[in-house]
């Protein structure tokens, strides 16, 4: 074949460090909006972008040209210097680590309403206990003295 041909949906989960309460109502959507310009700006395309206080979720395209945690690293590292200098929020940062589940093309719209649903979500669960659940429906192992920072 003499082109490539790619086909990437991820669903990605952070958290903001400490799992603090630090995406306050009044920049959601603002930061949400600035998510997903970064992910257009790197050759992404944003499908949905939300969350709650403590964290955010992105669904995204991912180019045959970037990899996972790459695509992490600049929608983490432009949308907290973007708070920091553009919002006057110094002391935002993201934890290090991050989720970030594949999901077929049947399974966009489910997860759209799931991102965009958060607040209503998480009147009932907490983010940890949300990630717990995205860990073992992926089946993913992990070990708990590393899971939060």
């Known amino acids: ?7 990437v949906l991820i669903h990605y989960v952070f958290s903001t460090k400490n799992r603090q309460a630090r995406i306050l109502p009044d920049i959601r959507a603002d ?3 600035y998510m997903g310009g970064i992910a257009r700006t790197d050759g992404m395309k944003a499908l949905a972008v939300g969350g709650t206080d403590d ?3 992105m669904l995204s395209s991912l180019p045959a040209t970037i990899s996972i945690s790459k695509a992490v ?4 590292a432009g949308s907290s210097l973007g708070l920091r200098t553009e919002r006057s929020r110094p002391a935002f940062a993201w934890q290090e680590g991050y989720g970030a589940f594949s999901i077929g093309k049947s399974q966009i719209m489910d997860t759209v309403e799931y991102i965009l649903r958060q607040e209503a979500h998480h009147r009932r669960f907490d983010f940890q206990t949300e990630f ?3 860990l073992k429906k992926h089946e ?3 070990d708990p003295r590393y899971l939060w920072d």
């Open 132 to 134: 717990l659940a995205f």
């Open 55 to 57: 964290h955010s979720h």
């Open 31 to 33: 930061l949400w909006a």
């Open 1 to 7: 074949m003499a082109h490539t041909c790619y086909c």
């Open 73 to 76: 690293q600049q929608i983490q």
């Open 140 to 142: 993913i192992e992990y």
